[in-house]
């Protein structure tokens, strides 16, 4: 059974920081896709950010993050990190990890197989 757990969430003033983390589990993955996305109250899931990891690694952002997030995934451990610098109010979001290991799809597409349970992102003016 596959695992994802998220942290790092909390309450940041706008232009500040938040480091979050995904650390999966249950079983071994040498090629996947591992995506963040965001949802706020009253509005739909959204892609934020992903990585195709196989061998080598491929990245994507959403236009309203490029610049200022940016995903990473620590060598030889399936965890990733988005670090989230110039944080605005219109980042506050439950942030959610997915992962999935069939990489024939569009990174932003919201078919991943596996989900954390999310981890609240607060950005106050």
């Known amino acids: 059974q596959v695992q994802l757990v998220e942290s790092g969430g909390g309450t940041v003033q706008a232009g500040g920081s938040l480091r979050l983390s995904c650390t999966a589990s249950?079983?071994?993955?040498?090629?996947?896709?591992m995506a963040w996305f965001r949802q706020a109250p009253g509005k739909e899931r959204e892609f934020v950010a992903a990585?195709?990891?196989?061998?080598?690694?491929?990245?994507d952002y959403a236009d309203s993050v490029k610049g200022r997030f940016t995903i990473s995934k620590v060598y030889a451990r399936n965890l990733v990190y988005l670090q989230m610098n110039s944080l605005k109010p219109e980042d506050t979001a439950v942030y959610y990890c997915?992962?999935?290991?069939?990489?024939?799809?569009?990174?932003?597409?919201?078919?991943?197989?596996?989900w954390g349970q999310g981890t609240q992102v607060t950005v106050s003016s």
């Open positions: 249950g079983r071994a993955f040498s090629t996947y896709d």
């Open positions: 990585m195709r990891w196989s061998g080598g690694s491929y990245t």
């Open positions: 997915a992962l999935r290991t069939d990489l024939g799809r569009n990174l932003r597409e919201n078919s991943y197989d596996y």
